[in-house]
């Protein structure tokens, strides 16, 4: 018996050196996150991350940006991973100071509210394990990626004599893996600005655009279509992106006015 226990001594003694070998990174002073326009890029901040053993170095590091339904206390984490990036590993007693990434947002497939947390994993074995983390305390609500963007400046310009009108804008995209389906550029004349659903008011032009293919674009936009004429009267004027799917036109961007248009 005295043998066994000075084995079971040996192999716990071993064990704890080998624990105490292990390097974990972690992170030092404030950290933080901001998403960029239309939560497309998020950059995460931090202070520094350090490796507070002197002697050891660290294994491959990764920081994650998390949306959670709960602040995470620990333990397994399950959530929407936003965004990540890796480090290469510390040596020991050393840091990182006053880094920033940003990178492409992954937003979640629903809208929702949700706890941000910033965590810090070392690669050990056979995976990431995190090794610190830092929850945020105001949660955010995000929302799916949009499909279709369109990108000011724009304007429109009627001719009267000619029965015309001319749209402009500088930039549609998608962000569809597939091709598009058709698309169709309308010019609206509305008594209040467009906030979705159905639209109303009087339809002034309508162009029909060919669909796009993944990752392309259209840029410098200038159409011309017949006019409708809208009544006299004071208008928020409405530029709307259509696209045509399951058997139908459906409105998919908009870019409402800056001020309202009076026509006589």
Not at 141 to 165: C, H, I
Request: some cysteine; proline content about 5%; charged content about 20%.
């Amino acid at each position: 018996m005295p043998r066994a226990s000075k084995k079971l001594q040996a192999l716990f003694f071993i064990l704890i050196l080998a624990i105490q070998a292990h390097a974990a990174p972690k992170f030092a002073g404030s950290a933080g996150y901001q998403f960029g326009a239309s939560n497309a890029t998020v950059t995460m901040k931090c202070d520094a991350v350090s490796n507070n053993d002197a002697e050891n170095a660290t294994g491959t590091i990764q920081v994650r940006l998390w949306a959670l339904s709960q602040p995470y206390k620990g333990g397994t984490i399950s959530g929407v991973v936003l965004g990540e990036y890796k480090l290469d590993g510390l040596e020991g007693g050393m840091r990182y100071t006053n880094f920033n990434k940003t990178v492409k947002t992954n937003l979640p497939r629903t809208k929702g509210t949700f706890y941000l947390c910033l965590s810090l994993s070392e690669y050990r074995d056979k995976g990431y394990v995190i090794t610190d983390w830092r929850n945020f305390e105001k949660p955010v609500t995000l929302s799916p990626p949009k499909l279709f963007v369109m990108e000011g400046p724009w304007s429109f310009q009627t001719n009267y004599e000619a029965g015309t009108v001319n749209m402009k804008v500088k930039k549609i995209s998608h962000t569809r893996s597939t091709n598009t389906g058709t698309l169709r550029l309308e010019l609206w004349a509305c008594s209040q600005p467009y906030t979705g659903g159905t639209i109303y008011g009087v339809k002034m032009g309508s162009v029909q655009k060919q669909a796009l293919k993944a990752g392309f674009v259209y840029t410098d936009v200038d159409n011309t279509a017949k006019l409708t004429r809208a009544k006299p009267g004071t208008y928020h004027v409405v530029l709307v992106l259509l696209e045509y799917n399951d058997d139908k036109y459906s409105i998919v961007s908009w870019l409402n006015p800056n001020s309202p248009t009076v026509f006589k």
